[in-house]
């Protein structure tokens, strides 16, 4: 097949990799469909979504609701479950054949397995976890505004390599948070990206555009050879996960529940409760094997945004900050008056946790009562 | 049978990190060490060059002061340290480095009962995506996240983590496998070893040793070579502190629950 990924005229449209798993579409894949869609309309392209799986037309017209306008379907048993090389046969023979100039991909275990491989094969560059996104070079400007340390009047965004106006700029954290970058993908397309998932909004579901969406089915050669991996079989864990993304309020807890573990993951867990919210936790409570990798918030665990933010006995290392600073209310307890997540909080009471949740909760009860 | 390690020198980004006031990482005020995930690959090397006496080789892209690093990996048991400098791979991406490396790889060749271990990521970039980019290059086939590895023969049984599970994968040597915190603890490197990680070798790959490798040109490594740019790098902003709530435990919370039902956030 001809394909040079340096001639990046002949590229053109938005496309979101959609993951789906065991037939049902991830949630990630929404928020990107989301996202996809902006940068399409900044370009005046057409956003395009591409769903390998086994037996999926019935879940890709829903991906038309936010906002794709074609949805290339691949159905085939070889591709139920995921494995690498044939949803990077699939992928790369997509993009080869159609050329889009921008490929989303959820930033999950699959997506971060998939999309740097595609990018070797197809010669071309690839930002991980990126946490936000931008075409348009006012809409760039305005998040650096507020999103950045940086003096945007006087800050200099021309380029004599490339057009800054034209191309995908894709920002990431790195460093575990203590810094963020701007990359971009300026000689080769498609420009990729892999996405974190929970960062980008999902936009209202609208019926009519599910109607609307185009459902191609191209012919494609897929055989078992191709797959030099074999899957024998794919586990949910039985326990339910918690789910720190859909929350509106997290009761977190860290390093000062170390005194008494399971008297301070039990008065979390009443104070969420009490707040219709859920429990979660820092990098250092759940690397002392206290509590499940599930409910870790941070640059190594998971982006949150949620109404409330509740910090139990967590210091705010920059690596935890990362994950909860857009909060939109953040309470801090904790003994050290110098904790660094007083800086961000909303409101910091410095005192023991086991005293003061206690009295939290017992504050909360006699407020609802009072109402 | 050898088994190849990718091993990088990291700032330790859990601890203390300064940023300078131009927004880049004040590195001479970090301390560095061996990514974490990349002793989780280390170790699952060891492990089976216990059982089957293979050959283990750690390489690390990276300036010269690395050497320092693959003496500790071999007191550990590594057998050979491959050291990848040159100033020509400078300012490479994920793309970029996993073609060097592969073309290091190449260079010793990989023969069918070989396997590649990686970290999943290393802890300064967060990137992911250099162990699968070597796979690619070398034709080989990957599992990531690797939280449970069996092998019977050539075949290798691999517990592959997913967000919500996992699942099991079966797979045949010549492979890549990157490798997670849950599969293993790093052993620790013993008195013997460091008595004798200087008489082992250490061999340097400068640009001169990789560039007639086909993989090797000024079009595909470096800062030249490399898909992706930094277009721009800052300091996320701090967000304001906001205020203090004062008194003993009952007050205290007492106090917040009143203002937060005058916000109506409760």
Known sequence: ?371 | MKIFVTVKQVPDTTGKVAVNPDGTLNRASMQTITNPDDLNAVEAALELKDKLGCKVIALSMAPFSAEVMLRELIAMGVDEGVLISGREFGGSDTFATSQIIAAAIDTYGVDSDDIIFCGRQAIDGDTAQVGPQIAEKLHLPQVTYAGEIEKDGDTLRIRRMLEDGYMTVKVRTPCLITCIKELNTPRYMTVRGIEECFDKPIRIMDYQALKDHPLIDATTIGLKGSPTNIFKSFAPPLKGAGMMVEGGPKESAGKLVSMLAARHMI
């Open chain 1, 1 to 371: 097949m001809e394909f040079n990924s340096a001639d990046i005229s002949a590229f053109k449209n938005v496309w979101v990799f959609c993951e789906q798993r065991q037939g049902v579409m991830m949630p990630t894949t929404f928020e990107l469909i989301s996202e996809g869609r902006k940068l399409a309309d900044e370009l005046g392209v057409e956003l395009w979504g591409i769903l390998p799986g086994d037996d999926v037309d019935g879940i890709a017209r829903e991906l038309g609701g936010y906002g794709a306008d074609k949805v290339l379907v691949y159905n085939s048993p070889l591709l139920k479950n995921y494995t690498t090389d044939a949803y990077a046969k699939i992928l790369c023979d997509a993009v080869m054949t159609y050329k889009p100039e921008i490929l989303l991909v959820g930033a999950s275990n699959i997506g971060r397995d998939l999309a740097p491989r595609c990018a070797a094969r197809l010669h071309t560059g690839l930002c991980a976890d990126c946490t936000h996104l931008d075409v348009d070079m006012d809409g760039y400007v305005n998040f650096l505004r507020t999103g950045s340390n940086l003096d945007v009047e006087t800050t200099r965004f021309e380029s004599k390599l490339f057009d800054v106006r034209t191309n995908l700029k894709m920002t990431r954290p790195a460093f575990g948070g203590h810094l963020m970058a701007t990359i971009v993908c300026p000689r080769f397309r498609p420009a990729m990206a892999t996405v974190r998932p929970g960062v980008m909004k999902r936009r209202p579901f609208d019926a009519a555009g599910a109607e609307r969406v185009e459902l191609l089915h191209p012919e494609f050669s897929l055989s078992a050879e191709d797959c030099k991996t074999q899957v024998l079989d794919v586990v949910k864990a039985a326990r339910k996960l918690v789910d720190l993304i859909g929350a509106d309020v997290i009761v977190s807890v860290g390093r000062g529940i170390a005194k008494d573990i399971e008297g301070g993951i039990a008065l979390a867990e009443e104070l969420a409760e009490e707040l219709g919210g859920v429990v979660g936790a820092s990098r250092a409570a759940v690397d002392a094997g206290w509590i499940s990798a599930d409910h870790q918030v941070g640059q190594t665990g998971k982006t949150v945004h949620p109404k409330i933010y509740i910090a139990l006995g967590i210091s705010g290392a920059i690596q935890h900050k990362a994950g909860m600073q857009d909060s939109e209310c953040i309470i801090a307890v904790n003994k050290n008056e110098a904790a660094p997540i007083f800086e961000i909080a909303d409101y910091g009471i410095v005192g023991d946790l086991f005293q003061v949740v206690p009295e939290l909760i017992a504050a909360l009860r006699a407020e609802k009562a009072a109402r």
